[in-house]
Every structure is written in C-alpha cells, then in structure tokens.
C-alpha cells in the first residue's frame, strides 16, 4: 500500500538525544530518514539537545518526525515543546506519551479499562534488605525507562534479592517497580491509526528474556509472524491492543506487549506489560514487520505517520 507524499512537506527528524536509548534513538531515525527521502519530502536530521526549542523555532518545519526514545522523547516532554511551537507530530501527544512511559499509571489506568495487568510493588531500592520484597519469581525494573534498560529477573531459587540494585554505580533512578514475573509466550500487536495489526510471538534466541540484546542485536530474537496460537487467543490480543490504545489515549502508532502462559498449569490469562507510544524502527524492530504483513512497506509507513501528524493529540 503506498501513501502519496507532499513533497512540498518539511519534514524535521528528530533523533538522538542525551539518555541511556540514544543509540536505539538514532537506529530509528536515520532509516525513517532515509525512507522519508525517498517518499519525496523535504527532510532536515535532527540530533536533538537541549536546544532543541530554539533549533525548531529557526527551521520552522512543517511537521516533526518523533524517532525519539526514552525520557524527554517519549514521555511528554518533547511533546509539550512542540504544542508551545505549534508544529504538527507524530505519534502520541502530552498525556498520552506520560502516561505510558509511567509504567504504575499506565497500569492502573489499564487496569481500569478491563485489560488484565501484572501484580506489583513499588519499592526504594535502599530499603531493600536481605529479605524478598515479593515472593520469587519477580521483576524490578525502572518505572520510567525503556528498552529493557535496568530490568532484572529475580529467579525462583534466588535467596535474596539482586545486590547490584544497592550499588553505588546503579544508573537508574532509587524508586523501582517490583511485579510479579509472568512465565508463558511474549506476544505483541501494534495499533496503526485506530486499526490493530498482526500479532508477533516473540522468541529470543538466548537463555535471557526479550532484552536489549534480544531487541537490538541481528539474530537476537525470532519473530514468528502470524503467532502461532488459536484464532481466538490472536484476536484477543488484537482487541486488547487497541483497548490499550484508547484507554491511554494514543495516536498514531502505538505497541502493547503481552504475556501469555498457555501451559497446563498456566492461568491460560493474557497479561498486558505494557504499552509504547514511541515503538522502534530498526533493522530489528517488530512495528515494521507488522507494517509489511499488512501490506505496507516501510516507505509507506513512516509517509502514513508524517500525513498523520497533528498538534493536540
């Protein structure tokens, strides 16, 4: 499917930054560049720093391509910048990209749309002590970061909780959310404008979880594109996706990351993770994937994205 470009359109991308997914950031925007090129705009690269207000204000373009990851990029911040600049964007607006990135909030306002979510604590990692704070299996991760950037697995026969989390060197903030580790499938579906599409099952190819390396690295994780479960397991997760997109209020394109313990012994329960307004656009990223599986290329996505782009999302 192909999206007729403006090629009058200015189109600035943003990328890069100053956090921990800088390099996931430029992995991003550099081939949504690329493509946008090749759609025919006009396209200015932008690696984004703290003067990123003054550098709009003087290239005055016509929309703004978000590649962006992480804190300031996809958690409201860059987003209120550009409502003050009053330049059309992709993806989520304000409340929406907060809202998401804040793993407690997103959640409890899941919960309330009826989408089933992990149980969990939120914890000071210096008032962690020798002691379990959930009985293992369980997870701590950053409430705020991206990327699998701090997530840890604690494993059901650790006697203690992960002591790397007392460091003096630990780059992540001091509160922490601990959930409990849901075990089965990783399964995911992107909402592309008010429409889910294809489920991904999600296999990684070491012995870790769906990590960085899994994410980022050729050949860190196979995608099995349709998932291999029954109809109705799939279509549930395409429902469930856009239920989570429209409880956060998200726009544009969105990706809502699911568990699913299909054993015997399993609850046989789809457990939403958590949802990400700013998805990936890599070599390795899965919203692409599902693009091309409902026939749009890459071109024609990232062209849907900018035609798509408003202020007040």
Aim: proline share 8%; glycine share 8%; hydrophobic share 40%.
């Amino acid at each position: 499917m192909s999206v007729e470009a403006n090629k009058d359109k200015h189109v600035a991308v943003l990328m890069g930054g100053w956090v921990n997914e800088r390099p996931v950031s430029l992995a991003t925007g550099t081939p949504c560049a690329d493509a946008l090129e090749k759609a025919g705009y006009q396209v200015s690269r932008i690696d984004v720093d703290r003067n990123i207000a003054a550098v709009l204000s003087e290239l005055k373009p016509d929309v703004v391509f978000n590649a962006l990851h992480g804190p300031f990029g996809e958690d409201g911040c860059i987003q209120g910048i550009l409502e003050v600049l009053e330049i059309p964007y992709t993806h989520s607006g304000v409340m929406a990209s907060a809202l998401a990135m804040n793993k407690v909030k997103a959640k409890a306002v899941m919960s309330a749309a009826g989408i089933k979510v992990t149980e969990h604590l939120i914890v000071n990692r210096h008032e962690i002590g020798p002691k379990h704070p959930m009985k293992p299996p369980y997870v701590i991760k950053p409430i705020n970061e991206g990327s699998s950037f701090g997530v840890v697995i604690v494993k059901e026969d650790q006697s203690h909780p992960p002591q790397e989390l007392r460091g003096e060197d630990w780059p992540y903030p001091d509160v922490l959310m601990c959930e409990k580790y849901i075990p089965g499938r990783e399964l995911t579906c992107a909402v592309m404008g008010d429409k889910p599409l294809g489920v991904i099952d999600i296999l990684p190819t070491g012995p870790g979880f769906y990590d960085y390396d899994a994410k980022y690295v050729e050949g860190g994780s196979k995608h099995i594109l349709p998932a291999k479960i029954s109809p109705i397991v799939y279509q549930e997760v395409q429902t469930l996706a856009l239920k989570a997109h429209r409880a956060l209020g998200c726009r544009g394109v969105s990706r809502a990351d699911f568990r699913f313990d299909e054993k015997p012994d399993g609850t046989g329960e789809l457990i939403c993770l958590e949802v990400n307004t700013q998805p990936g656009m890599t070599p390795t990223s899965l919203v692409p994937e599902m693009a091309a599986h409902s026939d749009f290329s890459f071109k024609a996505l990232v062209s849907w994205m900018v035609e798509d782009a408003s202020c007040c999302r």
